[in-house]
């Protein structure tokens, strides 16, 4: 039996139906999702992916990025009583597993899987998530506490947030959390592969990103968080800068009560095996496959 998450994922996503990458390889892992899409798209979407994948917001062209999709998406997760949902971005095109230092492609369901199991272990994780692959560095941690929450998120639905402004949601409201003394979570064991930002047409590159939008998106969240947030210029653009590398926000994890210790120590590989999907030619990969299989 495949192993899959068992919270709701939604993929607010406007202008890609032909590039929705997020759902292209969740349907080639067999994992369930839902698009949030404007009315005026429906029978694009649903000609590629499906009427059954499909929630159509009751609004159109709001101006207003896709904040307005989140928030209904939020609502959407607490009408439906779920304790946690996934909300991703539109321009994820697959998930790997960071294992003994390399970066492996993995079925999403497993890999989501494993990380609600190990959020649920506590009970004061607001938000978690997928480190970015490109982030992802033979010597890391197995996670992050406290940090930044991109692309690739585990909400708590019952969290008295919301979504808000145009530009740089997830770190306002990842600073949200945090500020009212819940933790976050940021996985490097698994990792999220995305486009780059601007690199893909249609979702808020021609809304948001175009012209001055970097610079406007810097100052706004500069705005909304002026102790702790400054404009300063990185990748050649103009970026936000959240000061001492959100280091001040040390709200410590808490065990959920009830659980067993022992249990926790188990080893469980969610049903992942290392497999080559064509003839490897690197000395050190071909050692780690056969270091495996013995």
Not at 192 to 213: H, R, S
Request: charged share 25%; aromatic share 12%.
């Amino acid at each position: 039996m495949a192993i899959l998450p068992r919270y709701p994922i939604y993929i607010p996503t406007k202008g890609r139906s032909e590039k929705c990458l997020t759902a292209r390889f969740l349907t080639r892992d067999g994992v369930p999702f839902q698009l949030v899409i404007e009315p005026q798209e429906y029978d694009l979407y649903a000609a590629k992916f499906g009427e059954k994948a499909i929630l159509v917001l009751p609004f159109s062209e709001l101006g207003q990025g896709s904040i307005p999709a989140r928030n209904w998406i939020w609502q959407h997760a607490r009408d439906r009583g779920v304790e946690r949902h996934w909300v991703m971005d539109d321009n994820l095109w697959r998930l790997r597993r960071l294992y003994k230092g390399y970066r492996i492609a993995c079925a999403a369901g497993p890999a989501l899987a494993a990380v609600e199991d190990f959020v649920d272990r506590y009970e004061n994780v607001a938000i978690a998530g997928l480190n970015y692959t490109m982030f992802g560095l033979p010597k890391m941690p197995p996670f992050y506490l406290n940090v930044h929450v991109y692309s690739c998120m585990l909400l708590r639905t019952d969290l008295p947030f919301q979504w808000r402004g145009r530009y740089n949601e997830d770190t306002d409201l990842c600073l949200q959390v945090l500020a009212a003394g819940w933790c976050t979570i940021l996985t490097n064991v698994f990792l999220a592969e995305k486009v780059g930002t601007m690199q893909m047409k249609g979702g808020n590159t021609d809304a948001l990103y175009a012209a001055d939008g970097r610079l406007k998106m810097a100052r706004q969240l500069e705005r909304q968080w002026p102790y702790v947030v400054s404009t300063d210029r990185r990748f050649s653009r103009p970026q936000h800068v959240v000061r001492d590398q959100w280091r001040k926000f040390d709200t410590p994890l808490k065990l959920k009560p009830g659980i067993d210790p022992a249990k926790l120590a188990e080893k469980n590989e969610y049903g992942l095996k290392l497999g080559a999907e064509k003839p490897v030619t690197s000395k050190d990969l071909r050692r780690l496959l056969d270091e495996t299989h013995d």
